[in-house]
């Protein structure tokens, strides 16, 4: 079945450096979300990419689709403490369930 | 408030016994599911549901059950039959199934003892 693998799995930065996680599908995907999980939290949607090579921003924050539309990254400029959490990617091939990577927990140290 | 609620936050149970999680929305979305997360897993799909009266397994539906009688509703029971049932769980709505932004619960931890 489809997988979406996500890495790293831990990341820990240093207040005001960059950060990225990436997602890997073993299947072409319609779309890809993004959630954000804060410690003892839920997820929390970001965004949605659809298109082939589709860039999006919001801040600091910058997700990527790739061409093939197998691989996303989001990628976080100087990171702050409120960045804190795991960042999930969630792949929909559109004839099976939304499937979510196992996430990338963020953790800065200021 | 527009949202989806989970209840009770924190539960526990005895071995063997079966027990309920209620998930409830208003935000009249048509689409709702239920995840299981474990540390470092991710979320694992359980059940969903389209519409009412209709709902398909997910991953790792076995040793529980789900029903669909109202929009709003979707509970879930985490049957006896679960061999390990501590986790987080975790009810998300969609407007349609899939392909638009899934609103979660706050989540209910699941202990058995």
């Known amino acids: 079945g489809q997988q979406v693998m996500q890495i790293p799995q831990y990341q820990h930065v240093q207040e005001g450096e960059d950060f990225t996680t990436y997602c890997n599908s073993s299947?072409?995907?319609?779309?890809i979300q993004w959630y954000k999980q804060r410690p003892g939290g839920h997820p929390v949607f970001l965004i949605q990419?659809?298109?082939?090579?589709e860039v999006k921003k919001q801040k600091r924050l910058t997700f990527q689709f790739g061409e093939a539309k197998k691989n996303s990254s989001l990628h976080i400029t100087a990171t702050q403490t409120t960045d804190v959490g795991t960042y999930f990617c969630?792949?929909?091939?559109?004839?099976?369930?939304?499937?979510f990577g196992k996430g990338t927990r963020l953790s800065v140290i200021a | 408030d527009g949202g989806i609620t989970q209840s009770p936050k924190y539960l526990f149970r005895k071995e063997g016994q079966n027990v309920t999680l209620s998930c409830e929305q208003n935000?009249?979305?048509?689409?709702m599911y239920w995840y299981r997360q474990d540390p470092g897993q991710g979320l694992r799909l359980i059940y969903y549901?389209?519409?009412?009266?209709?709902?398909q397994k997910g991953d790792i539906a076995e040793g529980y059950s789900v029903s669909r009688e109202k929009k709003e509703s979707f509970p879930l029971t985490v049957t006896s039959a679960q061999k390990n049932p501590t986790a987080f769980y975790l009810c998300?709505?969609?407007?349609?199934?899939?392909?638009?932004?899934?609103?979660f619960g706050q989540g209910t931890r699941l202990t058995v003892v």
């Open positions: 998300a709505s969609s407007i349609v199934l899939w392909g638009t932004e899934a609103f």
């Open positions: 299947t072409t995907l319609s779309n």
């Open positions: 990419l659809v298109k082939s090579g």
């Open positions: 969630a792949g929909f091939s559109g004839n099976t369930p939304l499937v």
């Open positions: 935000l009249n979305h048509d689409a």
């Open positions: 549901s389209q519409i009412v009266n209709d709902f």
